[in-house]
T-cell receptor, first 114, second 114 residues
């Protein structure tokens, strides 16, 4: 089954404790990205990757890091999480980064930073 | 810059009645428009998209959307609502100038009453 898989789905952590949210897709997609969803704001892009070893900032990159060492994986790293990073996070992928391609989303990861 | 507006936070409709969820957009180039649906505790599911051609686009679960270039709108419609359609709906846009991000509206909650 074609899918985007994120882990963990739910996490409560403390301020300053580094964490990684993993993301994997099995569709051989070139383009992957991370979004956060906050009430009243919709989804905002954090980082994206056009292909292996190619990453770039989205609209809200502060406090996050990413890497793309393999085509299928695109982990999101919070080096020193803060309470304002409490949010619902989505990983997404599409065949390429160009406009007409549909973007497919994972199930989401609920992150709470206390 | 590209943007999406969903002017209604919530839409209420009785089961069996037609429904409309409104969306307007702003982009520099030609738009690629998408609708996604989010059920409770689930990821975003793709419903339909407009790339080019026929202004009326048909998608999953009986939904359709009408692209109106002069009004820069892409309203989501369904002729007969079901209680199971109750969910959060997001409109999103990309343009053809090469920008990679999918820009989302703030979302509209659809409540279908039995």
């Amino acid at each position: 089954e074609a899918q985007v898989t994120q882990n963990p789905r739910y996490l409560i952590t403390v301020t300053g404790k580094k964490l990684t949210v993993t993301c994997s897709q099995n569709m051989n997609h070139e383009y992957m990205s991370w979004y956060r969803q906050d009430p009243g704001l919709g989804l905002r892009q954090i980082y994206y990757s056009m292909n292996v070893e190619v990453t770039d900032k989205g609209d809200v990159p502060e406090g996050y890091k990413v890497s793309r060492k393999e085509k299928r994986n695109f982990p999101l790293i919070l080096e020193s999480p803060s309470p304002n990073q409490t949010s619902l996070y989505f990983c997404a992928s599409s065949l390429s980064g160009y406009g007409r391609n549909t973007i497919y989303f994972g199930e989401g990861s609920w992150l709470t930073v206390v | 810059a590209q943007s999406v507006a969903q002017p209604e936070d919530q839409v209420n409709v009785a089961e069996g009645n037609p429904l409309t969820v409104k969306c307007t957009y702003s982009v520099s180039g030609n738009p690629y428009l998408f609708w996604y649906v989010q059920y409770p505790n689930r990821g975003l599911q793709f419903l339909l998209k407009y790339i080019t051609g026929d202004n009326l686009v048909k998608g999953s679960y009986g939904f359709e959307a009408e692209f109106n270039k002069s009004q820069t709108s892409f309203h989501l419609k369904k002729p007969s609502a079901l209680v199971s359609d109750s969910a959060l709906y997001f409109c999103a846009v990309r343009d053809d100038t090469g920008r990679r991000a999918l820009t989302f509206g703030s979302g509209t909650r659809l409540q279908v009453q039995p």
